[in-house]
């Protein structure tokens, strides 16, 4: 879930993510416009600025990610981060204690 605040076809870089999983955990996300406006492709860079469960190993990450606009409202998005490979395992493996 997020909001993207859209002025005379101009997004702004006021956007912020919130993004749930079933088990409870979830993150924030802060992102940036870096280029593109909201009726064509636009890049993003994102950074990680509250997390739970698994997504703690991302907080403070710095990443890029970029969408383009489709039908109805909707858009496709594609986000990368450059992290370390026992990062991406750490998250990947993670136990939610019980």
């Known amino acids: 879930k997020g909001i993207i605040e859209v ?3 101009s997004t702004s870089s006021n956007i912020m993510c919130k993004y749930t999983e079933e088990n409870g955990d ?4 802060q992102f940036f416009v870096q280029r593109g ?4 492709a636009t ?3 994102f950074e990680f600025v509250s997390a739970t469960g698994r997504w703690k190993e991302m907080l403070g990450k710095k990443c890029l ?3 383009t ?3 109805q409202k909707r858009f496709m998005w594609q986000g990368k981060c450059d992290i370390s490979d026992k990062t991406r395992e750490r ?3 993670y136990k939610k204690p019980e």
């Open 43 to 45: 890049v993003q860079s």
């Open 7 to 9: 002025i005379n076809k």
């Open 65 to 67: 990610g970029a969408y």
């Open 69 to 71: 606009a489709m039908q």
């Open 91 to 93: 998250v990947k493996n």
């Open 26 to 29: 979830n993150f924030f996300a």
């Open 37 to 40: 406006t909201s009726g064509d």
